[in-house]
């Protein structure tokens, strides 16, 4: 039988109001900073000028095309990474003289930013999208192994040596008892790498693109275009948001027993 949807009850609204409330404080004190004189003149834009401005990059296609460009680098790149660094982290955090002899290396490339690899990463895949992906994944690959290879070493080995001792194959153990316990720490992992991705997007597209949101803030910054500079960075932080909720959303559906 057909059910008409539920409005969004109490707690939800209790949820959503704390924040609604800091982002409203957030605008009023950027209102007044830009308005006050502390800043010079053109170079910190009110929240209506970044909006018209916003809204201006919606109605020329701008917006449409830079985000479409992100993301598909931003995607990919963390599909990739995130691939990765799941299942290494597993096998790391499973068998332990893998993990001795992967872990140092990691460690040492964990320091060096996806930033300090843009020359390097030009210098052999060219200025194209595949340097820009490579460093998008290899970013989260790091992010993302840290998390699982943590919370699959914290699985009890008693557990997996119970169900060995019962006669569970491999695959069973790792679907049935190493899967359901590290998965917190698996969608913990992927919410982290999302960020990590984003911020790695913008070191990618500063080295050479003619699309992109990073590449849009380079080129406004030339020329000094700071309502439209703020813009970019507004809808950043909103695509980070957005990602981070829904990851967050699927956490909690299918990590019912654990925190996502």
Not at 58 to 66: E, F, H, P, Q, S
Not at 208 to 227: C, E, N, S
Request: net charge positive; hydrophobic share 55%; glycine share 12%.
């Amino acid at each position: 039988m057909h059910t008409t949807p539920s409005p969004p009850g109490p707690a939800a609204l209790g949820r959503l109001g704390p924040a609604l409330g800091a982002a409203l404080v957030a605008l009023v004190l950027w209102a007044l900073l830009a308005r006050s004189g502390a800043v010079a003149p053109g170079l910190l834009p009110t929240p209506a000028e970044t909006l018209s401005a916003l809204a201006g990059a919606v109605r020329d296609g701008t917006l449409a095309g830079d985000l479409t460009a992100s993301l598909s680098r931003a995607g990919q790149g963390f599909a990739l990474g995130a691939l990765l660094g799941s299942a290494l982290g597993f096998a790391t955090g499973y068998l332990p003289r893998l993990s001795a002899a992967v872990s140092p290396l990691i460690s040492f490339l964990r320091p060096i930013p996806a930033i300090a690899l843009v020359p390097l990463a030009t210098a052999w895949f060219g200025i194209g999208e595949t340097a820009k992906r490579l460093l998008i994944a290899y970013a989260v690959l790091l992010a993302v192994w840290l998390y699982v290879h943590d919370g699959v070493s914290r699985v009890p080995v008693t557990h997996l040596r119970a169900a060995r001792s019962l006669g569970a194959p491999l695959h069973r153990r790792f679907g049935e008892v190493l899967l359901p316990a590290a998965a917190p720490a698996l969608l913990a992992a992927l919410r982290y790498g999302a960020s990590v991705a984003l911020l790695a997007l913008v070191a990618a597209e500063l080295g050479g693109a003619d699309a992109g949101l990073a590449y849009r803030l380079q080129v406004d910054g030339q020329f000094l275009r700071m309502d439209r500079m703020f813009a970019g960075l507004l809808v950043l932080g909103l695509v980070g948001v957005v990602v981070d909720l829904v990851l967050a959303a699927v956490g909690r559906r299918v990590t019912h027993w654990g925190t996502a």
